[in-house]
């Protein structure tokens, strides 16, 4: 069974309170309604089942007995989402179920009662990376105390896309056609830092943002090395470090020229899009140690943004040459390339600065860089 199946038949009433922000998303009820099907009706199971969906860092671990947090959740799962929903499908406890507007598109209209609602402390239970490892469930990863659970940064709330396509009159463009109106992100006070820093930049330079698009924060997980003697290591997701954005929602005035009301990393090829995204790019280097691409081919739906855990970088590291070059060609200073990368950079640099290539180091460097990426988010 799948969501477009869902969207034609006799569930389709729901689908549109569901995305209206009551708390389940369209994906969760496909699970559930799949598992009914399939002869489940063990209330339990089925709140299980969606409550570790909405939780893999989890990696299905049981609640425990103090995991207060987690205990209500699950049992609001239970209440007003699984019942309603074998009682007769009539919805979540309180929802109307009439007939949902045509399909959310990215000129769609939030809903007026999903308000984000306060930032609150929180914690993460340890557990066992087996997502994206060479070596699924060697790596343990941490509990990490004083998170954050937030639904808003700033006041600027998040969404969650969960289906982009091209549409008729998006001119070829993909644009988010189903959402989460409200998604609760945790992380780190740093991340909330940088992404405060993130969004001041982007109204300083003309570019206020309605809503951050968000594809998920903490995660446990591993990234994969090219060392056969320590094949995995822990993602910064791991330890509430690190936040994947899909891209931005403009308000209706006073926003950038952009032909789509969002900007989206998917829309990466297209020349008009490309110009923004180069500029939310830029001020995501201003706010954050690491940023990376569509530069990466396994990063061309988000950017991943981090603080390093509060350590620094190498300022021209793999990951940043390739924007470090678009950012200079953007300001007139193309790299010219004679097969060394590093050193290729750090003349364009030099051009661009007027400071001597072999004077770029450390602060420097960064300094320069920071001018560079300034100077690209203010689209000059």
């Known amino acids: 069974m799948s969501y477009e199946?869902?969207?034609?038949?006799?569930?389709?009433?729901?689908?549109?309170?569901?995305?209206?922000?009551?708390?389940?998303?369209p994906w969760e009820l496909v699970r559930v309604v799949s598992a009914v099907a399939q002869g489940t009706r063990d209330e339990n199971a089925l709140?299980?089942?969606?409550?570790?969906?909405?939780?893999?860092?989890?990696?299905?671990?049981?609640?425990?007995?103090?995991?207060?947090?987690?205990?209500?959740e699950w049992l609001a799962i239970r209440a007003t989402v699984v019942r309603p929903l074998l009682a007769g499908g009539t919805g979540p406890a309180g929802a109307s179920t009439s007939a949902p507007s045509s399909a959310s598109t990215a000129s769609a209209t939030a809903p007026s009662d999903v308000a984000p609602r306060p930032t609150r402390s929180c914690a993460a239970p340890g557990g066992v990376a087996r997502t994206k490892c060479t070596r699924p469930g060697t790596l343990p990863c941490p509990a990490v105390t004083g998170l954050l659970c937030a639904e808003a940064v700033d006041g600027v709330p998040f969404h969650y896309p969960e289906s982009v396509r091209a549409v008729p009159g998006s001119g070829g463009l993909l644009v988010v056609t189903r959402r989460q109106w409200r998604r609760e992100q945790r992380f780190t006070a740093p991340v909330q830092d940088a992404m405060s820093a993130f969004l001041r930049n982007m109204r300083g330079f003309g570019m206020p943002v309605e809503a951050i698009l968000t594809a998920g924060s903490l995660y446990c997980r591993c990234v994969k090395r090219s060392d056969p003697a320590k094949p995995d290591i822990l993602s910064n997701h791991s330890y509430g470090d690190a936040l994947d954005l899909v891209g931005v929602r403009w308000p209706e005035r006073g926003g950038p020229p952009s032909a789509v009301r969002e900007t989206i990393v998917h829309n990466w090829t297209d020349p008009g899009q490309r110009v923004l995204l180069r500029r939310i790019d830029a001020c995501l280097r201003l706010s954050f140690e690491t940023v990376i691409d569509y530069y990466r081919s396994d990063h061309r739906d988000h950017f991943h943004c981090d603080t390093n855990r509060g350590r620094a970088g190498h300022p021209l590291m793999t990951v940043r040459l390739g924007f470090t070059r678009e950012a200079l060609r953007a300001v007139g200073h193309p790299v010219t390339s004679t097969g060394h990368p590093d050193a290729d950079v750090l003349r364009a640099l030099g051009a661009f600065s007027g400071v001597a290539a072999a004077s770029l180091r450390d602060a420097e460097l960064r300094r320069v860089l920071r001018a560079l990426f300034t100077r690209v988010a203010a689209g000059r």
Do not use: K, W
């Not at 199946?5 to 998303?25: K, V, Y």
């Open 47 to 72: 709140t299980s089942l969606v409550f570790h969906q909405r939780h893999p860092e989890r990696g299905g671990a049981a609640i425990r007995r103090g995991e207060r947090g987690a205990a209500e």
């Open 5 to 25: 199946t869902l969207d034609h038949d006799r569930s389709a009433p729901l689908l549109g309170e569901f995305e209206r922000g009551t708390g389940f998303s």
